[in-house]
C-alpha cells in the first residue's frame, strides 16, 4: 500500500482528536454569547481533559474489570470512527473497514459498553442513566439508519465516502427527502449527543441527567477519555452530517498534499458554521422532560421515514 | 281380477293377522297379555310356515314350522309367563308415546314399510311376494314398540316379535334360510332369552323393579 | 451403490445412529450419573464435532447424494439425500450440540428429577431426530424425524415433572407441534401432485396448480411457522424454554428453531421449485411483527430464560424476514438479491444457534450456582463467576447485534438486502419495503437494549440477595462447552467471507445465482459492483490497535495511582442494592412507549403504605384474544353434544331407527 | 388342514373345562395355556395361508383368505396376551372382593367362548354363521359386562344387550335379503347361496336394488358393533363398566371382528351396485364417529371410558379409509386396525393396573404414576402418545396414509379430520399427563402387574412404525387387492 492513504489517514485522525474538544469549546462559547454571558475560554475543554489526566483515580471498590476497560474502548471506538467518517478525505484505508451501517454499529457499541459500565457500580443514578441512555439509544440509532438509508438510495452505496462523492458531483440542487433526513438528522444528533432539548450537558440534576449520570462513578484518567470521547463522538456526527448534506470540499479523488491543504480550512468553516447553529438551536429550545424524549426522536424517525418515502416515491414516478 | 289359490288367501290372511297382532302388541300395557300376544304370533308363524311348506313340499319347513311352534308358541311364553309371575311385573307404565300417536306412527311405517318392499317384491319369485311388506312392517313396528316402552319386559317382547317379523321376512321372501342358519338363530335366540331371564333377576335384586328409568344414568350429562 | 465406498452421506448417518447408540448405551446404568450423566454426554459431543466436519466436508466437496435405508412402509422405504441445504444445517446441528453436549456433561446431576440415563436417552434421540430431519429426503421419514423431535423435547421440557408449570408448559409445546406437524403433513399431501409417491424427488417432479401450490406454501408457513414461534403462533414458546433444563432450552433455541428454516427453506424453494412472488410478503409481514414482537416483550420480562426465549422469537422474526425477501425476490426474477437475502437468512441461523445456545448455557450456568431464575434476585455475579460473565458477555454483544461480532453480520447483510427493494419492479412493495428496514434496524437497536440489560443486571451492579455471595463458577466441562460456542461466534463474526464462500452451494441450488463474494479474502461486500464493504477484521484489528495504543500512552505519560473508596453515587449516603434498577425498572421505558402490545396489571403502593410494594404481571394479548376463545367453542360445543348421550335407552334406540330409515330413505331416493 | 379344528377346537374346549374348573387356583393359567394353543394354530394357519393361498373347508362353510387371517392371527395374539395380562388382574379383582369365585369361573369360560365366536365370524365362509357368531359375541360378553353386578354395570350390560340385538337384528335382515337376492342367481335353496365366496364370484349379476337395501340393514347392523356414531352408544358404557380385560378384547377384537363383517358386506354390494353409495355410506358414518369420538373426549372424567370413546374415534378413521377405497386407503385402513387393537388393548392392560393402583377409575384420583410404578407409567404414556398418532409408532404409518390420501381424494373432509384429531389429542393428552406425570399417594397391590403383555404390543407397534415386514406388506396388498372397490 502506498505511503500517502496512510499519512492522510492519520493525519485525519490527528485532527479529529486535536478538533473535537476545540469544536466543543466552540459550541458553548457561541451559547454563551447568545445568552449574553461572558464566554469561558474556547480551549476550556483541553484543560480540563489535561488536569482530570494528572488527578488520582478513585474507583468504587465493587467495580470490575469492565468498568476500567470500558473507557479506553469508548474511546478507540470513537476514534476509529473519526478515522473512518471522510472528514478531510475519502478513499482512505480504513474506510473499506466500514460502511455507513457498520458505522451505526460502531456507535452502538460505544453506547452499550458506556451503559455495561455505567450499571457496573450498581448505583441508583448508574442504573437510571444507562436506561435513558439505551432509550435514547434505540430510538435514535434506526432514525439515523433510516437517514442513511436516504442518501444510499439516492446514491445506490451504503459506503460514506462514495455516498458523499455521488452527492456533491450530483448539480446542486435542493433534494426534498434529503431536506426531510436533514432534519431528522439533527434531531438525531442533538440527542445522541446529550444536547438540548433532550439533556444538558451543563447540568447534574438528578431526574433530568442521562449522559452525565453513566460517568458519576468516573473519575481522573477514565473520565478525561470519557469526556475526550463524547467530544469525538459530537465532532464525528458533525462531520457524517457535512458528509450527507453538504459534501463539497471533502478531498474525494485526490487525497495529495494540495486537496488536504484545501480540505482542512473547509472543515474548519463548516465546524463553525455547525457549532452556531446547534449553540442557536440550544439556546431557542428548552429542555424536554426523559419521559418526552421518545416523541422527540418519534419525530426525527418520522422525518426520516417521510424522506425514504419521498425518495421512493418520486424516484419511482 | 285373477283368480287367487285357496292357500294363498290363507296366507294373506296369516300375513294380515300378523300386522293386525304388531299393533295390538304396540298398543297393550298389560305384560301379561302382551306375551300371549306375542304367543298368538308364534301360532300365526307356525301356520304360515306350515302353508308354505305344505304348498312347495319343502321338507326342512316342516322342521322350522316344529322349531317355531316349539320355541316361539310353548317355550319362550312359558317362561316369560313365570318371569312375570316370578318378578311379578304385570303392567307397564304409560309409554312414552301415547297410544293415538303410536298408532298414527305405526300407521306412516307401515306405508314406508311397503314402499321399501317395492323393489323386492317386484322381484320375488315365491307366490307371497306382497307379504314381504308386511314382514318389514312388522320388524320396524317391533322396533317402535321397543323404543316407545319404559318395561325392560315389553322391550323384550317387542324384541322376540321383531325376530319373528324377521322370520316371517325369510319365510316370505325365501322360503326360509338354511337349515344350518335357522338352527343358529333359533339357538340365539333361546340363549337370549335365558340370558334375559339371569339379567331380569339381577336387575331385580339390584333395583327391585324392572322399570327402565332406574338404567339412565350412565350419560354425558355430568 | 454407494454404500460400498465411504460417502459423507453414509458418515452423517452413521454419526447420527453414533447418537442414537449412546441414547440407548444410557439405560445400561440409569442411575450412573458418571456413566450416564457424564461420559456419554462426553462422547456425544464428540460426534457432534464429527458430525459438523463431515457436513463441512461435504459442503466444501458439493457432493450431493441420495440413499434408501430398507425401513418405513412398504412402499415408502426412507430415502435420505444430502445436499448443500441439509448439509449446512447438520453442520449448525453438530456445531451446536457438540458445546451444548460438552457443558451438559458438566451441568446435569441426578438432582434433575429424571434418571441420567433416561435424560440421556431423550437428550440424544432428541439430537439424532433432529439428524433424520435434515436427511430425510421422503414425506414419510421427514414427518417421523419430525414428531420424534418433538415427543423427545417435549420429555425434556417436562424433566421436572413435579411443577404444574412445567407441565402446561409441555403439554402446550406438544399440543402445538402435533397441529403443526399435521399442516405439514397436509402440504406434502398437496406437494405429491397425484402421483402417489411422497419421496422429494417426486414432490419435485410433480406439477401442482398454482392454487394447491399456495396451499401447499400456507399450510407449511403454518407448520414450520409453529414450530419456529411465528406470532402468533409463538405462544409454547416462551412457556416450554423456561421450562426445560438450559441445555435443553440451548438446543430448542438454538437448533430446533432453524429446523422449521430448514423445512421452510426445503418446501418453497426446493420442492415448491417455483414460489409467485407475493407469497414472500406473508412471512415478510409476519416476520417483520414477530421480530418486534419478541424484543420488546423480551426487554421487559424478568425471568432471564423467558427473556432469551422471547428473544429467539424476535431473532425467528428476522430470519423470516429474509426468507420473505428471499421469495420476493426470487420470485420477480432478481435471483441474485434472493441469493443476497437467503444468505442473510442462513447466515443468521448460523449466528442465533451459536449466541442463543451459549447464553442459555450460561444462564443455566448462573442457575446452577444462585438457583435463581428471576432477574430480580441475582446481580453482581462478574465477580463471583467470571468465566461465565467473560465468555456470556461475547454471547450478548453478538446478539445485541454489534460488529466485529457475528450478530452484526447477518443483520448488515439483511439490511444490505433491503436497500435494493425499490428496485422491485412492484408499485406499492418496493415502496412498503423499505419500510420494513426501518422495523428491522429499530429491532436491532431493541436487542441492544435487551442485551445490556439482560448483562447488566444478571453480572454487573451489587449482588441483590445475600445468598449471591456464596455462587460458585461453573466447572471446566462447562467451561469448555461456553469456550466452543463463544468461539464460533468470533469465528463467524470475524471471518464472513469465508462462511459466505462455503455458503454459496446452497444459495446457488436455491436460486441458482451464487452468494455475493468477498472482494478480498478480508473484505466483505454484498453484490459484486457496488462499493460497499464491511471489513471485520480490519474493524477488529484498527479498533483493538488504538484501545491498545491510547492504553499505553496513558501507561507512559501518567502515573497509575488508583484509590478504592464506597461508590460516590453523586454524594449520597449509603448505597444499597436495592437503589439498583430492577428488571422491571429497566423495562419500564419500553412499557410505556409500546403499552398497547401488553395487557398489564400492576399494583402499586400507595403514599401510606407500612410496607409498599410493588407487582406488575405483564401478560400477552395474543393468547387471550386467539387461544383462550377456541378452547371455550370447543368446550362449548362438546357440552352441546353431549346432550346427545343422555342415557335413555329409548332414545338410542330411537337413533338407530332414524339411521337406518333414513338411509332407507336415501337408498330409495338414488 | 389340522390347523382350524385346532383353532376353533382350543377355545371351545376350552369354554367346556373352564366352565368346570374356571374357579380353581390355576384357571388363569389353564385360560392362558388355552389361549395359547389357539394362538399358535392361528400362526400355523397364517403360515400355511402364506405358503399355499386361500382355502375353503368342511363343505365350504369356512374360508381362509389374507383378509381374515391375519386378523386371526391378530385376534389370537391379542387374546392371548390379555389372558396373560388377566391372570394378575382378577386375582387382584378376587383380593379385593369385587368378582366371588363363581362370577371367576363364568369370566373363564366365557372368555374362551368369546374368543370361539370371534374366531368362528371371522373364519366362516357362510353369511348365516357369521351373524349367528357375531350374535353369539354379544351374548357371550354380555353378562361379562355385568360382571360386577353394580348397578352402572348392569346398566351398560342391558344397553349394550338390547341395543346389540336389535342392531343384529337388523344385520339378520340384511343377511335374509342378501340370500334372497343370491337365490336369483345361485338357484332356489342353494345351500351356496350364503356362501361368501359364490357371491363374490356372482357379485357383478346381483340384484342392485335389493343388494343397496341389504347393505343399508348390514350396515346398521353390524355398524352398531362396530360402535359407529350415531349407533354406538352402547359401547363407552360397557367398556366403562366392565372389567378391564373384557374392554381390552371388545375394544381391540370385537370392533375390528365387526369392522370385518360390515367390509365383506360392502366387497359383495359394491360388485352389484358399480356405484360408491356404500363407500360414501362408510366415509359419513367413519367421518361422524370420528368427530363424535373426539368431541365426547373432551368431556370425560372415567378414564376408561375416556379410550372407550377413543376406540370410537379410531374405528371411525378406519371406516372412513375404507370408505375412501383405494389401493392405499385400504392398506392403511388394514394396519390401522391393526395397530389400534394392539394399541388400544395395551392402553386398557396399563389402565387397568392404574385404575386398580388408585382404586379408582375417576382420573382425577389417578396421579403420578411414574413415581409410583415406573413401567406402568411410561406405559400408559407411550401408548397414549402411540394411539394419538405420534410416531414412531404405527398408529402414526395408518394415519400419514389416511390423512394424505383424504387430502387428494376428499379435500372437503380434511378440515373436518384436523379439527377432530387436534381436539383428540388435546383431550386424552392433556389428561393423560397429570395421571403419568406429577406425584402420587396410591397403593400398591398384592400381585405384581403383568407388563410383558404392554410392552410387547408397543413394540410391535413401534416396529410396524418404522418398518414393516415383507411379508405382512405382502398380506396387507393382497388384502387391500381382495377388498379392492371401485
Not at chain 2, 334360510?177 to 331380569?200: H, Q, R, S
Not at chain 3, 418453497?268 to 417483520?288: K, R, S
Amino acid at each position: 500500500m502506498r505511503l500517502g492513504p496512510l499519512i492522510a489517514q492519520a493525519l485525519e485522525i490527528i485532527v479529529a482528536l486535536a478538533a473535537a474538544p476545540l469544536f466543543l469549546g466552540w459550541v458553548n462559547q457561541c451559547r454563551a454569547w447568545l445568552a449574553n454571558r461572558s464566554a469561558p475560554s474556547i480551549l476550556l475543554p483541553y484543560h480540563n481533559i489535561r488536569k482530570l489526566f494528572h488527578k488520582d483515580a478513585v474507583i468504587a471498590e465493587n467495580a470490575s474489570a469492565l468498568f476500567r476497560i470500558a473507557p479506553y474502548i469508548v474511546f478507540g471506538t470513537m476514534v476509529l470512527a473519526a478515522g473512518i467518517i471522510p472528514s478531510l478525505a475519502g478513499r482512505l484505508p480504513l474506510v473499506v473497514a466500514a460502511d455507513a451501517i457498520a458505522l451505526v454499529g460502531l456507535f452502538a457499541t460505544a453506547r452499550v459498553f458506556l451503559s455495561l459500565a455505567a450499571m457496573d457500580v450498581g448505583t441508583a443514578f448508574g442504573t437510571l442513566g444507562a436506561r435513558r441512555e439505551m432509550m435514547v439509544g434505540f430510538l435514535a440509532e434506526p432514525a439515523l439508519l433510516m437517514v442513511i438509508f436516504v442518501a444510499s438510495l439516492i446514491s445506490a452505496t451504503t459506503a460514506l465516502p462514495a455516498i458523499s462523492a455521488h452527492l456533491a458531483a450530483e448539480r446542486l440542487g435542493i433534494d426534498p427527502s434529503l431536506a426531510f433526513t436533514a432534519v431528522a438528522f439533527t434531531l438525531v444528533l442533538l440527542a445522541e449527543n446529550a444536547r438540548i432539548p433532550v439533556d444538558n450537558p451543563a447540568t447534574h440534576l438528578e431526574l433530568t441527567m442521562i449522559h452525565e449520570a453513566m460517568l458519576l462513578e468516573y473519575s481522573a484518567r477514565h473520565l478525561a477519555l470519557m469526556e475526550w470521547a463524547s467530544a469525538l463522538r459530537l465532532f464525528n456526527y458533525a462531520c457524517i452530517g457535512f458528509a450527507l448534506f453538504v459534501p463539497w470540499g471533502i478531498a474525494a479523488r485526490d487525497i495529495g498534499p494540495l486537496g488536504l491543504s484545501l480540505a482542512v480550512p473547509v472543515l474548519a468553516l463548516k465546524l463553525a458554521a455547525a457549532g452556531g447553529g446547534l449553540a442557536v438551536i440550544e439556546t431557542v429550545s428548552a429542555k424536554l422532560r426523559v419521559m418526552r424524549a421518545p416523541e422527540f426522536l418519534a419525530t426525527a424517525f418520522l422525518f426520516a421515514v417521510l424522506g425514504l418515502l419521498v425518495h421512493v416515491l418520486l424516484g419511482g414516478a | 281380477m285373477t283368480h287367487v289359490p285357496f292357500n294363498q288367501q290363507l296366507l294373506n290372511v296369516c300375513a294380515a293377522l300378523l300386522l293386525l297382532l304388531s299393533f295390538a302388541m304396540l298398543s297393550q300395557r298389560r305384560i301379561v297379555s302382551l306375551v300371549n300376544l306375542f304367543a298368538v304370533q308364534g301360532v300365526v308363524l307356525t301356520a304360515a310356515t306350515l302353508l308354505i311348506a305344505w304348498r312347495t313340499g319343502e321338507g326342512h319347513l316342516y322342521f322350522s314350522a316344529l322349531l317355531t311352534l316349539a320355541l316361539k308358541v310353548a317355550f319362550l311364553p312359558w317362561l316369560l309367563h313365570r318371569l312375570i309371575r316370578r318378578l311379578g311385573v304385570y303392567w307397564d307404565t304409560e309409554p312414552l308415546l301415547n297410544i293415538s300417536g303410536t298408532m298414527l306412527t305405526g300407521i306412516l311405517i307401515v306405508v314406508f314399510a311397503f314402499g321399501l318392499a317395492q323393489p323386492i317384491t317386484h322381484l320375488a319369485s315365491t307366490s307371497m311376494r306382497n307379504a314381504i311388506g308386511i314382514a318389514v312392517a312388522v320388524v320396524l313396528l317391533a322396533f317402535l314398540m321397543m323404543i316407545t316402552r319404559r318395561k325392560a319386559m315389553s322391550q323384550v317382547v317387542g324384541f322376540l316379535s321383531m325376530e319373528n317379523g324377521l322370520f316371517f321376512g325369510a319365510m316370505s321372501a325365501t322360503y326360509g334360510m338354511p337349515m344350518v342358519v335357522e338352527l343358529g338363530v333359533a339357538l340365539d335366540v333361546l340363549v337370549a332369552v335365558l340370558v334375559l331371564g339371569v339379567f331380569f333377576f339381577q336387575i331385580r335384586e339390584q333395583f327391585d323393579s324392572l322399570d327402565l328409568h332406574h338404567l339412565e344414568r350412565l350419560s354425558e350429562r355430568q | 451403490m454407494i454404500a460400498s465406498l465411504p460417502s459423507p452421506l453414509t458418515d452423517c448417518l452413521a454419526l447420527v445412529a453414533a447418537w442414537l447408540a449412546i441414547g440407548v448405551a444410557g439405560l445400561a446404568r440409569p442411575r450412573s450419573v458418571r456413566y450416564a450423566g457424564r461420559a456419554l454426554f462426553v462422547l456425544g459431543a464428540l460426534v457432534g464435532l464429527g458430525l459438523a466436519a463431515a457436513a463441512a466436508w461435504a459442503l466444501v466437496s458439493g457432493v450431493t447424494e441420495t440413499r434408501v435405508l430398507p425401513l418405513g412402509l412398504p412402499e415408502l422405504p426412507f430415502h435420505l439425500r444430502l445436499d448443500a441445504l441439509s448439509s449446512v444445517f447438520l453442520l449448525l446441528l453438530g456445531a451446536a450440540a457438540a458445546g451444548v453436549s460438552l457443558f451438559s456433561a458438566g451441568y446435569f446431576r441426578d438432582s434433575e428429577g429424571v434418571a441420567p440415563g433416561l435424560l440421556c436417552l431423550q437428550y440424544h434421540v432428541f439430537l439424532a431426530s433432529m439428524g433424520l430431519v435434515l436427511l430425510a429426503d421422503d414425506a414419510y421419514a421427514y414427518m417421523v424425524g419430525w414428531e420424534l423431535m418433538a415427543l423427545s423435547s417435549y420429555f425434556l421440557v417436562t424433566t421436572q415433572h413435579r411443577i404444574a408449570e412445567i407441565r402446561r408448559a409441555g403439554f402446550i409445546y406438544l399440543l402445538m407441534a402435533h397441529l403443526g406437524a399435521l399442516a405439514i403433513l397436509l402440504s406434502f399431501g398437496i406437494l405429491q401432485g397425484g402421483s402417489w409417491q411422497f419421496t422429494f424427488d417426486a414432490m419435485r417432479a410433480a406439477h401442482v396448480s398454482p392454487a394447491w401450490a399456495t396451499g401447499a406454501f400456507l399450510l407449511a408457513l403454518l407448520g414450520f411457522g409453529a414450530k419456529a414461534g411465528l406470532v402468533p403462533l409463538h405462544v409454547w414458546l416462551p412457556e416450554a424454554h423456561p421450562a426445560a433444563p438450559s441445555p435443553v432450552s440451548a438446543l430448542l433455541s438454538g437448533v430446533m428453531l432453524k429446523t422449521a428454516v430448514y423445512g421452510m427453506l426445503r418446501v418453497t424453494f426446493d420442492l415448491l421449485g417455483h414460489p409467485l412472488w407475493w407469497w414472500g410478503l406473508v412471512p415478510l409481514a409476519m416476520g417483520l411483527f414477530t421480530a418486534l414482537y419478541g424484543v420488546v416483550f423480551a426487554a421487559v420480562q424478568t425471568d432471564m430464560k423467558r427473556l432469551l426465549a422471547y428473544s429467539s422469537i424476535e431473532n425467528v422474526g428476522l430470519i423470516f424476514i429474509g426468507i420473505g425477501l428471499g421469495i420476493v425476490f426470487f420470485g420477480v426474477g432478481m435471483p441474485a438479491l434472493a441469493a443476497l437475502a437467503l444468505l442473510a437468512t442462513l447466515y443468521h441461523s448460523l449466528n442465533h444457534a451459536a449466541m442463543k445456545s451459549l447464553l442459555f448455557l450460561g444462564t443455566g450456568s448462573v442457575l446452577h450456582a444462585t438457583g435463581q431464575r428471576n432477574l430480580g434476585r441475582l446481580g453482581g455475579l462478574i465477580h463471583r463467576m467470571p468465566w461465565v460473565a467473560a465468555l456470556t458477555l461475547i454471547g450478548a454483544l453478538a446478539l445485541a447485534g454489534l460488529p466485529p461480532l457475528n450478530g452484526f453480520v447477518s443483520e448488515w447483510l439483511l439490511l444490505q438486502s433491503f436497500l435494493f427493494a425499490d428496485e422491485i419492479p412492484r408499485a406499492f412493495v418496493n415502496l412498503l419495503l423499505p419500510l420494513g428496514a426501518a422495523v428491522v434496524a429499530l429491532c436491532a437497536a431493541l436487542a441492544a437494549y435487551v442485551m445490556v440489560k439482560f448483562y447488566g443486571v444478571i453480572f454487573l451492579g451489587q449482588p441483590r440477595e445475600s445468598s449471591l455471595a456464596h455462587a460458585h463458577d461453573c466447572g471446566l466441562l462447562e467451561r469448555l462447552g461456553l469456550g466452543w460456542l463463544a468461539a464460533v461466534c468470533l469465528t463467524l463474526g470475524l471471518a464472513p467471507v469465508q462462511v459466505i464462500s462455503a455458503l454459496a452451494p446452497v444459495t446457488r441450488q436455491l436460486t441458482g445465482s451464487a452468494a455475493p463474494q468477498g472482494a478480498a479474502w478480508w473484505l466483505l461486500a454484498p453484490v459484486p459492483g457496488r462499493a460497499v464493504s464491511y471489513a471485520p477484521l480490519v474493524f477488529l484489528l484498527a479498533g483493538a490497535a488504538i484501545v491498545v495504543l491510547t492504553v499505553l500512552l496513558v501507561r507512559l505519560f501518567y502515573h497509575q495511582r488508583i484509590r478504592r473508596t464506597r461508590p460516590w453515587d453523586c454524594g449520597f449516603g449509603e448505597v444499597s442494592p436495592r437503589m439498583q434498577d430492577t428488571a422491571e425498572g429497566f423495562g419500564q421505558p419500553i412499557r410505556n412507549i409500546f403499552q398497547s402490545f401488553f395487557a398489564i396489571e400492576r399494583e402499586l403502593p400507595t403514599p401510606f403504605d407500612a410496607a409498599p410494594r410493588y407487582r406488575i404481571v405483564i401478560s400477552d394479548r395474543i393468547w387471550r384474544a386467539l387461544y383462550e376463545p377456541v378452547a371455550d367453542w370447543v368446550r362449548r360445543l362438546a357440552d352441546a353434544l353431549a346432550v346427545l348421550q343422555q342415557g335413555r335407552i329409548s332414545a338410542y334406540l330411537l337413533y338407530s331407527f332414524a339411521t337406518l330409515v333414513i338411509l332407507l330413505a336415501v337408498v330409495l331416493a338414488t | 388342514m389340522m390347523e382350524l379344528p385346532f383353532l376353533l377346537g382350543f377355545p371351545a374346549v376350552g369354554a367346556i373345562t373352564l366352565a368346570f374348573w374356571g374357579a380353581r387356583r390355576h384357571a388363569p393359567e389353564i385360560n392362558a395355556a388355552f389361549s395359547l394353543g389357539t394362538f399358535a394354530a392361528a400362526c400355523a394357519l397364517a403360515l400355511r395361508v402364506i405358503a399355499h393361498g386361500p382355502e375353503l373347508l368342511w363343505r365350504e362353510q369356512f374360508f381362509i383368505d389374507p383378509f381374515n387371517v391375519f386378523l386371526v392371527a391378530l385376534t389370537a395374539f391379542v387374546g392371548l396376551t390379555t389372558s396373560l395380562f388377566s391372570r394378575p388382574y382378577m386375582r387382584v379383582e378376587v383380593v379385593h372382593q369385587r368378582v366371588t369365585l363363581g362370577r371367576l369361573r363364568l369370566y373363564h369360560s366365557m372368555y374362551q367362548l368369546f374368543m370361539l365366536t370371534m374366531l368362528t365370524a371371522l373364519t366362516t365362509n357362510n353369511m348365516g354363521l357369521l351373524w349367528v357368531a357375531m350374535e353369539g359375541a354379544t351374548l357371550s360378553t354380555v353378562l361379562l359386562v355385568t360382571l360386577y353386578r353394580t348397578p352402572q354395570s348392569l346398566e351398560a350390560g342391558w344397553k349394550y344387550f338390547i341395543l346389540c340385538g336389535v342392531g343384529i337384528a337388523q344385520a339378520l335382515f340384511g343377511t335374509i335379503l342378501l340370500y334372497f337376492a343370491a337365490e336369483k342367481v345361485l338357484g332356489a335353496q342353494g345351500v351356496t347361496a350364503l356362501l361368501w365366496t359364490h357371491l363374490d364370484a356372482v357379485k357383478s349379476q346381483l340384484e342392485p336394488a335389493v343388494l343397496a337395501l341389504a347393505f343399508v340393514f348390514l350396515l346398521v347392523g353390524y355398524g352398531t358393533k362396530v360402535g359407529l356414531a350415531p349407533l354406538h352408544n352402547w359401547l363407552p358404557d360397557a367398556h366403562a363398566e366392565g372389567p378391564t380385560p373384557i374392554s381390552a378384547v371388545l375394544s381391540g377384537l370385537l370392533l375390528n371382528v365387526a369392522l370385518y363383517a360390515v367390509v365383506r358386506c360392502k366387497i359383495l354390494v359394491e360388485g352389484s351396485l358399480h356405484s360408491s353409495l356404500p363407500s360414501r355410506m362408510l366415509m359419513g358414518f367413519g367421518l361422524l364417529s370420528v368427530v363424535l369420538g373426539a368431541f365426547f373426549l373432551f368431556r370425560q372424567r372415567d378414564i376408561k371410558r375416556l379410550f372407550a370413546y377413543s376406540s370410537i374415534e379410531h374405528m371411525g378413521l378406519a371406516t372412513f379409509a375404507f370408505g375412501l377405497s383405494g389401493p392405499v386407503a385400504t392398506f392403511a385402513a388394514l394396519l390401522h386396525m391393526t395397530v389400534h387393537s394392539l394399541t388400544k388393548s395395551a392402553i386398557f392392560f396399563t389402565v387397568g393396573h392404574a385404575a386398580q393402583k388408585a382404586g379408582s377409575q375417576l382420573m382425577e384420583d389417578i396421579r403420578g404414576l411414574i413415581t409410583l410404578s415406573p413401567t406402568v407409567g411410561w406405559g400408559l404414556m407411550l401408548g397414549s402418545l402411540a394411539i394419538l398418532g405420534l410416531p414412531p409408532f404405527g398408529v402414526f404409518a395408518s394415519e400419514f396414509l389416511i390423512l394424505t390420501t383424504a387430502m387428494r381424494e376428499q379435500p372437503w373432509s380434511i378440515p373436518i379430520l384436523l379439527l377432530a384429531l387436534g381436539v383428540a389429542f388435546a383431550a386424552i393428552f392433556g389428561r393423560v399427563q397429570p395421571m403419568v406425570f406429577g406425584d402420587s399417594e396410591a397403593r400398591r397391590l398384592p400381585h405384581a402387574p403383568a407388563l410383558l403383555p404392554v410392552f410387547a404390543h408397543l413394540a410391535i407397534v413401534l416396529v410396524l412404525g418404522i418398518y414393516i415386514p415383507p411379508y405382512l406388506a405382502e398380506w396387507y396388498r393382497a388384502a387391500a387387492h381382495l377388498i379392492g372397490g371401485p
